[in-house]
């Protein structure tokens, strides 16, 4: 393998992780916090308002584990971000809503990623974040493959 290559793509990982570092200090929360919160609050699309999502839902959506959402719900209950009920319909299912609190946050939260989200796209360009968005993909299907392979 070329070391110079695996090198880059190891720097360039790390730089990635610096732009959604940057991105999670701007909107004052890590970005799976970001995320979940606005899914939850409904404000995670312009298009399509999503509605008190499940935590099966949530890892679905975002492709994390189940421990992994719990620790951000948690870290979000403990802000008083969101509340969390016994479903009285099944009640093996928990309900997640957003308190006032997390709706402001979240409404902040998108529209702070959002003016990110405008410069990056205006100096990137559509073209290079669409063939960067379907790289990444590809990227991850690979990986995923490689991972289910290791485990088999």
């Known amino acids: 393998m070329n070391s110079d290559l695996r090198e880059q793509f190891f720097t360039s990982v790390i730089h990635f992780r610096k732009l959604e570092s940057a991105l999670s200090s701007e909107c004052e929360m890590q970005m799976n916090e970001m995320v979940i919160l606005q899914s939850i609050a409904g404000t995670c699309c312009r298009e ?35 509340t969390r009920e016994i479903d009285p319909k099944d009640r093996r299912k928990v309900s997640i809503r957003a308190t006032e609190a997390g709706k402001a946050a979240a409404e902040q939260s998108r529209r ?41």
């Open 48 to 82: 399509c308002p999503c509605m008190n999502l499940d935590v099966p839902k949530i890892q679905q959506k975002l492709h994390i584990s189940k421990p992994a959402i719990s620790y951000i719900l948690n870290t979000l209950e403990k802000k008083n971000y969101i």
């Open 112 to 152: 702070k990623y959002d003016a990110v989200w405008d410069g990056i796209l205006e100096r990137f360009g559509e073209d290079n974040m669409r063939r960067l968005i379907q790289l990444i993909r590809s990227l991850d299907e690979l990986y995923t493959a490689f991972e289910s392979e290791e485990k088999d």
